[in-house]
């Protein structure tokens, strides 16, 4: 799914801008141990069902090379995961930091982009906290750390920038967990404040369904959709300004498939039901861009998926305004 990167809008706009095409996308590759040169395969877990990450690695990165994102935020990135995709991602750099105390330990949320197309212009990630300058900090009930990185980004060619935001909210079940999410996100959304006030696209495993079985829309999401506002630590009235690109693309995923685990993808499988309400998602700034594509992207070999979440791809486009002169 390569695509052309500039693209000419409509004649009437073509004299004073180009439309940009952004291919982004989220992918929770699954966090796995690396084994060390010469040890032996291990005889439980991911190894034993032939899906660890030393046997799923190179796939996993070849599906990416392939698709050749532009930018996408992963979760569940360990640091040897980590440097095993920088080998195998030579076009790719990328931001973050492990959310165990801000250096190498602990689960990275990293944000990977061209190098040939963006040059970096800022970057960081703080935690779904009280404090989310505080390394290691949490939220009360929260089963570990859980973190946001950011990367600010800059067109090589058009001088186009924009915030990929990427994240990982905790699993926490029932209505407790619900809660735990709808105050992490808060966090997210008043920091995001903070951040340059250019357009933004946040992508994430959110552990959370958007709608209940009745398909009203939980809290965290009326947050990010602007549905409905919360009181920031401020004490002021925010919400968020994204929309929802699943939902808004003009190509997208038919409403039977939209389960972004594997598990509702295995034929024959307990759990199989293609039509399960998604947990991964790709938002973006209201108003800034025009969702076109977006697909659940199913790669697997012999039936065994490259992990236990769909990569979540999506084609947006944004006008640029043309330099002066031209």
Request: with cysteine; hydrophobic share 35%; aromatic share 12%.
């Amino acid at each position: 799914m390569k695509r052309i990167i500039i693209v000419l809008t409509a004649a009437v706009f073509a004299l004073s801008a180009s439309a940009q095409e952004l291919n982004v996308a989220s992918f929770n590759i699954r966090n796995g141990k690396s084994l060390k040169p010469g040890q032996e395969m291990p005889k439980k877990g991911d190894y034993s069902k032939n899906n660890g990450w030393d046997q799923r690695k190179a796939e996993v990165c070849a599906l990416i090379n392939h698709e050749a994102f532009d930018i996408f935020g992963s979760q569940e990135v360990r640091k040897p995961q980590l440097d095993d995709m920088l080998a195998m991602l030579p076009d790719y750099d990328y931001v973050g930091v492990g959310r165990d105390h801000g250096d190498n330990r602990g689960e990275f949320s990293p944000v990977f982009y061209r190098k040939d197309k963006f040059d970096l212009v800022g970057s960081g990630t703080f935690w779904l906290s009280e404090t989310p300058d505080k390394s290691g900090s949490a939220l009360p009930n929260a089963n570990y750390p859980r973190i946001c990185t950011w990367a600010h980004l800059r067109d090589k060619v058009t001088g186009y920038e924009y915030i990929h935001v990427n994240t990982h909210l905790d699993h926490l079940g029932g209505s407790d967990g619900r809660s735990l999410r709808t105050a992490q996100t808060r966090v997210i959304l008043e920091y995001l404040k903070s951040l340059p006030d250019v357009p933004m696209v946040m992508t994430g495993d959110f552990n959370q369904a958007k709608t209940n079985s009745e398909e009203n829309t939980y809290a965290i999401f009326k947050n990010i959709l602007g549905q409905s506002n919360f009181t920031a630590s401020t004490g002021e009235k925010m919400t968020g300004n994204f929309s929802d690109a699943r939902a808004e693309a003009k190509d997208t995923v038919a409403s039977d498939a939209w389960a972004s685990m594997t598990a509702y993808w295995q034929e024959g499988g307990e759990k199989y039901n293609p039509a399960k309400k998604p947990i991964d998602y790709v938002f973006y700034t209201t108003g800034d861009f025009t969702a076109e594509v977006y697909r659940n992207i199913h790669y697997h070999r012999d039936g065994i998926y490259m992990s236990d979440h769909l990569p979540q791809y999506c084609e947006l486009t944004v006008t640029v305004p043309a330099a002066d002169g031209e």
